[in-house]
């Protein structure tokens, strides 16, 4: 009787209390809570649903919500403030059925398959050779490599025929000719080689095959 009394007491004036309820494993709690009331234009007034934990996180909250909405719908609120709401908690217990100690064991076994590497294509050597093609130079045309033994290589080309060096990195050419001062870089793509060319002043491509 005295417990009955003492919880509707707590209801009516905010005094917070733990009850035990009739059910067994239940426990009633009643708690204060901190809302945001609005007041609008209109006249009427309602209350968020987002609780806040204290009086001082309401205010923040109603003020910052107050000027989101206003920014949305001009002028409807007029004034925001924090409202103490008591609510009834209901914290069910659950008894907890006691776990026997149980090792696992358990071995994984992962088979990853790879694809076959691909060996990398061999790139012959160029020595012996001859590429006949063109080049995009103002003034110049046809184009003839001979490539020869000790990185000798020959140009012919539109106007004149020049020897010089070559040499080969894999499927990387570099061909240099009048000391230097002109070098052609190209790239060996089977039977064929193409790249570009300098000389200090102009930059052009070419391309030559067997």
Do not use: C
């Amino acid at each position: 009787m005295w417990n009955r009394l003492y919880f509707m007491v707590s209801l009516f004036f905010g005094i917070a209390l733990n009850v035990p309820s009739a059910a067994m494993g239940q426990t009633v709690s009643t708690i204060t809570v901190w809302n945001a009331r609005f007041h609008y234009a209109d006249g009427h007034t309602e209350i968020s649903a987002k609780e806040y934990a204290t009086e001082s996180e309401a205010v923040a909250g109603a003020q910052k919500a107050m000027v989101l909405w206003n920014q949305a719908y001009p002028g409807e609120i007029v004034r925001a403030e924090p409202v103490a709401v008591q609510v009834k908690r209901v914290q069910l217990e659950v008894p907890k059925k006691p776990v026997e100690n149980v090792t696992y064991s358990q071995t994984v076994t992962t088979q990853v398959s790879y694809p076959p590497k691909t060996p990398a294509a061999k790139t012959t050597s160029l020595k012996g050779k001859t590429f006949q093609g063109s080049e995009t130079l103002q003034g110049y045309g046809q184009l003839t490599f001979r490539f020869q033994a000790n990185n000798i290589v020959e140009m012919f080309d539109a106007k004149e025929t020049v020897r010089g060096r070559w040499q080969q990195q894999g499927a990387n050419v570099t061909l240099r000719f009048w000391n230097g001062n002109v070098v052609y870089r190209g790239t060996i793509d089977g039977t064929a080689i193409s790249g570009t060319a300098f000389n200090g002043k102009s930059n052009w491509t070419w391309i030559v095959s067997r």
